[in-house]
């Protein structure tokens, strides 16, 4: 069974910055890429970002040059870096990942962008 357990999330101003983690089964990390997703209230979930097995970086256009993701091997964890935060960041952030075919989910850590 794969488990991920994001945290992270609060509430932060505009321009400021939040690290979100995913801590994530030991047994699978190594082998798997990992993505961030995030879902807006009464809106779509969204990819956000992505990192490969081999750490290789992806980003959606909305957050390219202010959302860093990346990986620690040896703690089993994802991260998300999210600086210069707009009031549009604000969504549930989750972060996925699949393996041998199958999809799993964070349980989501909200994030809130307001003064």
């Known amino acids: 069974q794969v488990q991920l357990v994001e945290s992270g999330g609060g509430l932060v101003q505009p321009g400021g910055s939040l690290r979100l983690s995913c801590a994530a089964s030991g047994s699978i990390f190594g082998i798997n890429g990992f993505v961030w997703y995030r879902q807006p209230s009464g809106k779509q979930r969204e990819w956000v970002a992505r990192v490969t097995s081999d750490g290789r970086p992806y980003y959606a256009d909305s957050v390219k040059g202010r959302f860093i993701i990346s990986r620690d091997n040896a703690k089993n964890t994802v991260y998300l870096q999210m600086n210069s935060l707009k009031p549009d960041d604000t969504a549930v952030y989750y972060c996925?990942?699949?393996?041998?075919?199958?999809?799993?989910w964070g349980q989501g850590t909200q994030v809130t962008v307001s003064s």
């Open positions: 996925y990942t699949n393996f041998r075919g199958v999809g799993y």
